[in-house]
């Protein structure tokens, strides 16, 4: 879990956050993407190691200050790249909970075979998961049995908006995103960056994240914007393409978030 001693000057420093949020490189306070390299080297992730350049994993955990022994969510978890980063990273006493939506695996069945096998390799000789669990259930419902030390999502932040959600779902998974955390819990979102403006339509045409509708979406539900990274910035994308085109992908502009709940409501 957090040192308390960092928690405690994090604590102290919501307000401020709360108006300028600090900038973050891929090294911050004591968190490096050096001391993640159990996780990055785990041997389940071999075929992962190709996208590490452009994703770099290190720094990633780095920014969202993952611990030994925390209880994590990866939210909206694909194909199981960021979910096998996290197995190792929280340690023999910690947990993953890798939550697959319900409608992902109704659009591409291929969803619940890759959840299966990323939490294959960290459960036992009879298959029973370890410390990585699976969940799966509605997109704005995973059902986390715990409350959680912190939670990430990678690149879908957007689908919350897609035409094909039911209506209310991007309110009722913001909502739930802030309560599945324990008090001084943290949210790390990443997402593609839309235009000034896009709003939802850039969202649903082309899996892009207005950035300001996003953060009026997490604040208003009571998070605190704790610091910004520009780890994935990529000035050269002009933002105005779906993130799936071949000239594009794999090299949109993203932000990169960690925002947290106040230890107090």
């Known amino acids: 879990m957090r040192n308390g001693i960092i928690a405690s000057v994090l604590l102290l420093g919501l307000t401020a956050c709360a108006e300028e949020p600090q900038p973050a490189g891929p090294e911050t306070a004591d968190y490096s993407a050096r001391q993640y390299m159990q996780a990055i080297n785990d041997i389940a992730r071999m075929d992962d190691r190709q996208y590490d350049d452009a994703r770099k994993p290190g720094e990633l955990l780095a920014f969202a200050r993952i611990d030994k022994g925390e209880v994590v969510g990866d939210y909206i978890m694909g194909g199981g790249y960021l979910t096998r980063l996290l197995a190792t990273a929280v340690g023999a006493d910690g947990k993953v909970y890798a939550f697959q939506p319900e409608e992902f695996i109704a659009f591409r069945p291929e969803y619940a075979a890759e959840q299966d096998a990323a939490v294959a390799p960290y459960s036992d000789i009879d298959g029973n998961p370890v410390n990585v669990f699976p969940l799966r259930g509605p997109i704005a419902e995973p059902g986390w049995p715990e409350p959680l030390d912190s939670l990430i999502t990678v690149m879908n932040f957007h689908d919350l908006y897609i035409a ?22 943290t949210l790390v979102v990443v997402d593609h960056l839309a235009v000034e403006g896009g709003g939802v339509d850039a ?3 082309l899996h892009r994240m207005d950035k300001q509708m996003a953060l009026d979406a997490l604040t208003g539900v009571g998070f605190v914007l704790e610091a910004e990274s520009d780890l994935y910035s990529r000035p050269g994308d002009p933002r105005d393409s779906n993130v799936f085109d071949p000239a ?3 090299n949109t502009d993203m932000f990169a978030w960690r925002l947290r709940k106040p230890n107090a409501d």
Do not use: H, K, S
């Not at 995103?177 to 008090?183: H, I, K, V």
């Open 164 to 185: 094909q959600m039911p209506e209310g779902t991007a309110d009722q998974a913001v909502q739930m995103l802030y309560n599945a955390l324990r008090p001084g819990g």
């Open 203 to 205: 969202a649903d045409q």
């Open 248 to 250: 594009i992908r794999g």
